[in-house]
């Protein structure tokens, strides 16, 4: 089972990785609002925006992953066809619960 940035271009995956480390820099940043007891609005605020900036990372990833496993896999057909697009399915349902 090969990972989504198996076939994802270089290009999109440098995109991803750097909208990670964005995320990664708002957490910290987050960390230390708590620790400086910051007013809880201003701390809600930077969350809604680092939960904003990880549901762009996940719409990425399911583009990608659409384009190249599930296109791929549909293309061959059969059995691992149906089974990428229920597994992209699930994972579609779960990113919209949460």
Do not use: F, P, W
């Not at 605020?45 to 990608?64: C, I």
């Amino acid at each position: 089972m090969g990972g989504i940035l198996a076939g994802m271009e270089e290009e999109n995956r440098d995109a991803v990785l750097k909208r990670l480390r964005r995320v990664e820099g708002q957490v910290r940043g987050l960390q230390r609002m708590v620790e400086e007891d910051t007013y809880c609005i201003d701390v809600l605020t930077q969350v809604s925006a680092a939960t904003k900036a990880l549901q762009g990372v996940a719409l990425e990833l399911v583009e990608q992953h659409l384009m190249h496993c599930v296109a791929d896999a549909v293309a061959q057909g059969g059995a691992e066809a149906e089974a990428k697009v229920k597994e992209a399915n699930d994972a579609i349902a779960r990113l919209v619960r949460s």
